[in-house]
Structure formats: structure tokens, C-alpha cells
């Protein structure tokens, strides 16, 4: 996948002044499909090519025919880039083919539904497919780039475009920085014409061509704020032969805290293609990202939670993931985070810090408490408790007669638990 | 001294019949906090009572603030609406809106921001833990408190704090304290994306306050305000700083609790910042465990 937030980065430092563009929300925390994103640009009248998303060979077959024409592709749908370069477990070459027939269609389905697909991203695990999507492939005249993502810097949108479209935009902004164009637009003022006149004429297009392209950034902008984007990327947006303007890959971010009015886009969410521990942790209303270490932490503060991990890192372990339960959790969430820890097979050892500042420890306590007694607890735990209550909260640990090991302070906490695992 | 807000600062609470604005309201007036008013649209007329203390409520800020003459607001209104609660203070003059709120959608704050340009009002936050000014009481009453901040781990003293996040603001308070420096002024500025008040702001602030005689700068991954807030610093502040930076084992792209903590990029990495921070001469704590000692060492205290 191509980080776009690197790329003006580095192009910041190369020419122009371009202000730091860094996305700002959550990227992979609500991803979407290709179809979904197709989906939406219909809605907004973005042109694409016409597609169809399919859950059985035949319904391939069925929207292939629908199309109809001959050059036509299939796409397995999974959150990972690299699909077409991608090979399945059961042997099958790629997730993106040419198809010319709609038997064919039926037959390249069938080979990718219920399979699963490993990509460069997608680690050695791998995605099952659970849909294709079947589109027509259209004759491709030029290729650009097309974005629209929240700077941070600025506080306002910036539209970022270049004539070298389908590469690497990364290498794009280090290599040709001047071929990177963008222009900030006014948060309150919105997208005025002479803005897309600008981007249309610094990408050469001229007549129908910028017509088309004017079009189609007027409704994508729109798209962005109405659906609350923290980024939307084309790559590429193409000019066909016949001198259409299509999007033709598309990359979504949204901005979790906009979700509640979203409706639509919540009903995107597909939980298959996220980390099961994560899905159980958002079940619960816990702040968890699983990672790949040996020591899991249960946190209060976000701030916390990283520092705890850089703390775990720093007496020489490995963190398993990010926890933070939040000011206010409960002992039902204490249990759930400790379940949650716990299923994961690579934790050696657990790792709770607390600094109760208007947080009650003793809630924290007595959901250890409670939690060890549903999950039964052979690894080692270390406690840190601080601040409010903390009194109660050792008192409660100390007579329920579990076998813990406490810490006065986070570095004792992290010498402790490190050591624990050797 | 101490900035922003001191032990006379008339405070509301916008948002105070709320549960979480209602708990906070009362830990505020126990600590000694001049809360005078509290804000909920309908609901004006009522009473907030605790504790003794009797806080008239109002439909709306710029009542509250003509009947009570509070300058500072509170903000503990639900995402939704928090954006409109930040613009109906910041209408009504107060000099200072500290939004508590947690989860503003970041398009709101993108017109929040654009349309206070050219304003007096400062905004704190959001997301953010809100500000304290101890007091000089037992732990630590008798001063401002606006937020969510435990009163009792703070002591008066001449340390500023400026912060991303909550709970590691309160590490470094605690440490502070248990240091025997105490502070001058605790600043949460939040952990969203687009805020009202940076890192550089209070600083700024800070470097002007004679109260203050060292600063402890606590940041994350994501953004460049620490590094900026840092370049400023060598050029212009006269007073030791330390400094801790938090995620150096976050992964990339991922959002780390707060909205604004992701790193992008290779420059809003923790050793990147942390590396900017030791070049301008900021005494950089390795871990959390350390923020006071490392303060100590730069001060030479």
C-alpha cells in the first residue's frame, strides 16, 4: 500500500512549502472493500467502472453478464494490497485476473471464493476471500493520482494530484517533487471553482478531459466531507480512450469519531477481516491493539498504555499489545481485558499499571480479583497500583490470596515482569 | 502567578447536570474551585447543589456569564454537540474554554478552529484532562482546578506541566510532588489532532511566568508540535525543561488511543522527536519512570 502521508513528507522537506499532511484518524481501525468504496462513489457520482460484487461463482457469472462486453476483470476482495501479485493457499496464481467470458468469470470465482489468498500484506495467514468483485476493464489512456486527505498542520483539507499516476507516489514526491500538486482548501469556504481549474490545468488536461476531471473532484470532494473521510486516495484515476475520467483504485480512511452519524458507513465494518482480539476488545468498549510480543499490559490513559509498552520494551521485553481501559472502567471491563489478554498464545506474562487518578484502584483490584477467578491465570501477573484508593485496591489483591507479584513504580513493574519471563 | 487560571478564577460548567460533568463539578468545588455557574440548555433555573455550595444553572453561556461574571468554561457536552457548546462560549467571551469532551468528530473541530481565528478566547483541548493551578491547602486545595485531574496528587510549587495525555500528566505531577517541587500550572492540551492550544503555546506561557522555573513538556507520537515546541524552546525559553515522548514501540499507521497519536511518517516517530527534543537542549526522560529526575537534572535541583 502506498503512504501518501510519507510521501508529501518527504516532498515537504524536497521543494515547495507544503505543510506537514499527515491523515489524521485511524486508517486501519475501519477499512473498507473495493466494491464498498465503489458503492460510494456511485453515490456521490464519481465515476468508476461499472462493477458488481459476487459471493458465488454463479452470481460471477450473473454480473459478468450483466456488464456484459468482453474485456472484464475479477477482483478478490480482501483488506490487503498486493492481490494481484497474491497466491492462494490451494496453489491459484493471483486475485486479480482478465476475464473475457462469463463462464470464465464463473470459473476463476470458484477458484478464489473460500480460499485464501496470501499477499505481501496479508502475512503468512493470509485472507479468505468471501467475495469477488467483477468489473469492467476499461482502455487506459493515461493514469494520475488523486487525493483528498485531512491535514493536520493547516487544519484543513488539501487535494494532493500528479500526472504520474498507478506508480509508487512515495518514490513520485522524492524523485519528481514538482510533479506533486496541491492545494489547501478553505475549511469554511470549501472548494472553489478556480481551485479545480488550477489542479485540472497543472496536470495538463484540456476540453472534455477537464471537464471530466473537474466533475468528478467537485463530487469527490463532497464524498470527503460528507462522509467524514480522513483520506481518500485514487490510484490511478485514469483517462480512458474514449476519454472518460474513471477512478479506478481507491483507498478509504475514515474518522472513527464521525462513525456515529455514519449509519451507512458503521455497516461497512467487516469484522472477518480484523484481529479477532480487537473485535472482542471494541465488544466491550476497550482501546485494544493487538502486537506481536511476549508481555501483555492493562492500562489506564492512552498516554499511559504507550509509555507502558515503551517502559516493557526498554527493561528488555517484548509488548504484546496496547490496553487502555479508560478513566472509567468497570470491573466487567477488567474481566473482559483480562480475557482478552490472556487468549493470546504468545503472553508470557501480564503486566497491570494504574494510576487511578480519579479512577477507583479498588475497582481495578477487585476485577483481577473476579478475573482471575474466570480465567484461570497460569502465567505471572505484576501490579503497579498508584493514586486513588490505592490502599483498598492492594488490600483487596492481598487477601484474595493470588499469586502476583506487586511494584512499587512503573520501572519496577517493568523489571519485574521482564524478568518473570526469563 | 502561575498562568491562564489561578485560586480567583470564576469557573462554569457547560454540560454540569450530566453525569460526568456532574462528578467533576463537585470534585471541582471540594477542591476549592470558584465554580459559579453551571450551563445546560433547558435546565436553566435549576440549582447544582453540593456540599453546601448552591450553583445556579443557565440556559445559556452568555447568561451565565452576565449573572456571574465567570471568565473560564468547562466543557463536558457529549460529542455531538460539543462543537457548538466550544462556539457558544467563545461567543459569550469567556477568555478561557477548556472542552473535556472526548470524541469530537474532526471536521467539527476543523470549523471550530477556523472560526475562532481572530478571537480572545483560548481554547484548551479537546480530549484533554483540563488545567489545574494547585492551591496552596491540604493536597493541594484552595486552587483552580477545570477537568478531570485528581486535586490531591498536586502540590504548589515551580514546576509548569504542559501534556498530551492525561494519565501521564499525572505521573509527572505525582512525581513532582513526591519530588518536593510542585507546580505552577498543569496543562492537559489533549490528545486529538486538531487542538486549541499546542505544546509551543504553553511554553510561551510558561517561559513568561515567574512562578514557573522549569518546564516538563510530555508528548506522543504523532504531529510536529513537540518538535516545534522544542525549536522554539532553544531559540527563546530561559528555563530548564524536561521532556518525555510517548509510543517509541507504537506500530505504524495504527491510532493509539487519542486520535492523534499514529505515526505517519519517519519524523513524528518517538526516537525522532525524542532525538529533536536532546538537540535543543531538552533533558530527554528515557522512561516515565524518570520525568521528575530528568527535570531535576536540567534544573540542577
Known amino acids: 500500500m502506498v503512504d501518501v502521508r510519507k510521501a508529501l513528507r518527504i516532498d515537504k522537506t524536497g521543494v515547495a512549502r507544503l505543510g506537514k499532511v499527515v491523515s489524521v484518524a485511524a486508517f486501519r481501525a475501519m477499512n473498507i472493500h473495493e466494491y464498498q468504496a465503489k458503492e460510494l462513489f456511485d453515490k456521490f457520482s464519481v465515476g468508476s467502472p461499472k462493477g458488481t460484487v459476487a459471493s458465488t461463482p454463479e452470481e460471477a457469472e450473473a454480473a459478468a453478464q450483466a456488464i456484459g462486453g468482453g474485456g472484464l476483470v475479477i477482483k478478490a476482495q480482501v483488506h490487503a494490497g498486493g492481490r494481484g501479485k497474491g497466491t492462494f493457499k490451494n496453489g491459484f496464481q493471483g486475485g486479480v485476473h482478465l476475464v473475457d467470458t462469463p463462464v470464465q468469470a464463473k470459473e476463476f470465482a470458484a477458484k478464489m471464493l473460500g480460499e485464501t489468498l496470501v499477499t505481501k500484506q496479508t502475512g503468512e495467514a493470509g485472507k479468505l476471500v468471501r467475495k469477488v468483485m467483477v468489473a469492467e476493464s476499461v482502455d487506459i489512456a493515461h493514469e494520475y493520482y488523486l487525493a483528498i486527505l485531512m491535514d493536520r498542520e493547516s487544519c484543513s483539507p488539501v487535494i494532493v494530484a500528479s500526472t504520474e499516476g498507478g506508480m509508487d507516489i512515495e518514490e513520485v514526491a522524492e ?169 493470546d498464545p504468545n503472553v508470557e506474562a501480564i503486566l497491570v499499571n494504574i494510576f487511578g487518578g480519579i479512577m477507583d484502584c479498588n475497582v481495578i483490584a477487585e476485577g483481577i480479583v473476579a478475573a482471575t477467578k474466570e480465567v484461570s491465570l497460569e502465567i505471572p501477573l505484576v501490579v503497579r497500583l498508584e493514586g486513588n484508593n490505592v490502599a483498598a485496591g492492594k488490600k483487596t489483591l492481598a487477601e484474595s490470596g493470588l499469586n502476583l507479584i506487586t511494584a512499587d513504580d512503573i520501572m519496577d513493574a517493568a523489571k519485574k515482569v521482564v524478568a518473570s519471563t526469563k | 502567578m502561575a498562568i491562564l487560571v489561578d485560586e480567583n478564577t470564576k469557573v462554569l460548567v457547560q454540560g454540569i447536570t450530566g453525569g460526568f460533568g456532574g462528578k467533576h463539578a463537585q470534585l471541582s468545588l471540594d477542591y476549592g474551585t470558584q465554580l459559579v455557574a453551571g450551563v445546560t440548555p433547558g435546565k436553566g433555573g435549576q440549582v447544582f447543589e453540593h456540599g453546601g455550595h448552591k450553583v445556579p444553572i443557565f440556559d445559556t453561556v452568555e447568561e451565565a456569564k452576565a449573572e456571574t461574571g465567570a ?226 537534572k536540567a534544573a540542577g535541583w
Open chain 1, 175 to 343: 524523485k519528481t517533487p514538482e510533479k506533486m500538486l496541491r492545494e489547501f482548501i478553505h475549511p469554511l469556504a470549501g472548494l472553489q471553482s478556480y481551485e479545480v481549474r488550477k489542479l485540472s490545468a497543472g496536470l495538463g488536461l484540456k476540453g472534455a478531459q477537464a471537464k471530466a476531471f473537474g466533475k468528478l473532484l467537485v463530487n469527490l470532494y463532497k464524498l470527503f466531507l460528507s462522509c467524514d473521510c480522513s483520506m481518500v486516495e485514487i490510484n490511478p484515476l485514469v483517462e480512458t480512450t474514449d476519454g472518460e475520467v474513471l477512478a479506478l483504485d481507491a483507498k478509504f480512511g475514515f474518522d472513527d469519531n464521525a462513525l456515529y452519524r455514519h449509519p451507512d458507513i458503521m455497516a461497512y465494518r467487516d469484522t472477518d477481516e480484523e484481529d479477532p482480539r480487537e473485535v472482542a476488545a471494541s465488544e466491550s468498549d476497550l482501546n485494544y491493539i493487538g502486537l506481536d510480543g511476549n508481555i501483555a499490559c492493562l492500562v489506564n490513559g492512552a498516554g499511559l498504555a504507550m509509555a507502558t509498552m515503551d517502559i516493557i520494551k526498554y527493561a528488555g521485553g517484548e509488548p504484546a499489545n496496547f490496553l487502555d481501559v479508560g478513566g472509567g472502567a468497570t470491573k466487567e471491563q477488567v474481566v473482559a481485558a483480562f480475557k482478552i489478554i490472556t487468549s
Open chain 2, 71 to 296: 471568565t473560564a468554561s468547562a466543557i463536558f457536552v457529549p460529542p455531538p454537540f460539543a462543537a457548538d457548546a466550544i462556539l457558544e462560549a467563545v461567543d459569550a467571551g469567556m477568555d478561557l474554554v477548556v472542552a473535556i469532551t472526548e470524541g469530537i468528530p474532526v471536521m467539527d473541530m476543523m470549523k471550530v478552529k477556523e472560526t475562532m481565528k481572530g478571537s480572545q478566547a483560548r481554547l484548551i483541548g479537546p480530549n484533554c484532562p483540563g488545567i489545574v493551578t494547585p492551591g496552596t491547602g491540604p493536597d493541594s486545595s484552595g486552587g483552580c482546578r477545570i477537568g478531570i485531574s485528581p486535586g490531591y496528587i498536586h502540590q504548589r510549587g515551580k514546576v509548569g506541566i504542559v501534556s498530551r495525555s492525561g494519565t501521564l500528566t499525572y505521573e509527572a505531577v505525582w512525581q513532582t510532588t513526591q519530588l518536593g517541587f510542585g507546580q505552577s500550572t498543569c496543562v492537559g492540551i489533549g490528545g486529538d489532532p486538531i487542538n486549541g492550544t499546542s505544546h509551543i503555546d504553553c511554553l510561551q506561557m510558561f517561559n513568561e511566568d515567574p512562578e514557573t522555573e522549569a518546564i516538563i513538556m510530555i508528548g506522543e507520537i504523532g504531529g510536529s508540535a513537540e518538535a516545534e515546541a522544542a525549536r522554539w524552546a532553544k531559540e527563546y525559553c530561559k528555563k530548564p525543561i524536561a521532556g518525555f515522548i510517548a509510543g517509541a514501540t507504537a506500530p505504524p499507521g495504527r491510532r493509539m488511543g487519542h486520535a492523534g497519536a499514529i505515526v505517519g511518517g519517519e519524523e513524528d516517530t518517538a526516537e525522532a522527536k525524542k532525538a529533536i527534543l536532546a538537540e535543543c537542549g531538552i533533558e530527554v526522560a528515557q522512561t516515565p519512570a524518570e520525568i521528575g529526575t530528568a527535570l531535576a
